[in-house]
């Protein structure tokens, strides 16, 4: 039991991790969007 306690709070610590990347990812591409560094238009 001991085990799968652990397994499992594992699991929401790198879940939690990958949240807060793509938080920041996201963040950093809306900014880049705003800014004009990132070019949205088609070709």
Known sequence: MDN???RI???M???KQSITLL?????????GA????IDL???
């Open 34 to 37: 705003v800014t004009g560094q």
């Open 41 to 43: 238009r088609g070709k």
């Open 23 to 31: 938080k920041e990812r996201r963040a950093a591409f809306i900014t």
């Open 4 to 6: 799968e306690t652990a």
């Open 9 to 11: 709070d594992a699991l």
């Open 13 to 15: 610590d790198k879940a």
